[in-house]
């Protein structure tokens, strides 16, 4: 197995546990507009990049401009939402450092459109780690398609076996094991035992559990 070169980071529910605040954001969001759905049924249809989402939920046929206005609202009212609660995954600041200082870099692969992403960057002070950034702004087919993870790989110009991905969810797990990188899971969002049965090859609760002398060696 090659050395890690690189680290491919999620953001929400990686980076920062703000997949509830999301969820509630889409709730509040689309209520406003007369859709009116139980948790579990907006659960089922959460997935993709926010254009994606904003078809599904408004009609195939809307027009490009009411999607990206439509989108925009959602993100304003879920980082309205978050901006008094966010705080980073315990030992993530810690963990960037520890691959500052061994020369790995850190890479980020999001859904998320670039306003979301200076958010969650700026208000947690990591910006600076952080030497490639791909958004779901960039791609056309969200996660699980491996769209997003090859474009961050072509970024970094390196080889699958040089890079892992860091996921909390399953749908950007497989979207990673598509690309043919290798996943480590984060439990913000499924257990240990759900993560490793969808392919991680490692799961963590925090970035303190994360050493990377021995994710070198497995």
Not at 86 to 110: F, P, R, S, W, Y
Not at 169 to 191: K, P, W
Request: glycine share 6%; proline share 2%; hydrophobic share 40%.
């Amino acid at each position: 197995m090659a050395m890690i070169k690189a680290i491919i980071f999620d953001m929400d529910g990686t980076l920062v546990d703000s997949i509830p605040f999301h969820k509630d954001a889409w709730l509040l969001f689309l209520k406003k507009h007369g859709i009116i759905l139980a948790p579990e049924e907006f659960q089922a249809q959460n997935h993709g990049n926010i254009d994606e989402m904003i078809r599904r939920f408004f009609g195939q046929d809307l027009e490009e401009d009411k999607i990206k206005e439509l989108g925009q609202e959602k993100e304003r009212t879920y980082r309205a939402m978050y901006k008094s609660h966010i705080k980073e995954i315990q030992g993530l600041t810690d963990l960037l450092n520890k691959m500052n200082n061994q020369h790995i870099v850190a890479a980020l692969a999001t859904m998320g459109d670039m306003p979301n992403i200076d958010f969650v960057l700026d208000e947690i002070n990591i910006r600076p780690y952080f030497s490639s950034i791909t958004g779901g702004h960039e791609i056309v087919r969200g996660k699980p398609d491996s769209e997003i993870f090859n474009l961050a790989l072509a970024k970094l110009n390196l080889k699958t076996t040089e890079c892992i991905v860091i996921e909390d969810s399953l749908g950007g797990v497989i979207s990673a094991l598509n690309a043919g990188i290798r996943v480590v899971g984060i439990t913000t969002s499924h257990s240990h035992e759900e993560l490793q049965s969808n392919g991680c090859f490692y799961t963590i609760s925090n970035f303190d559990e994360l050493d990377l002398n021995q994710i070198n060696h497995l």
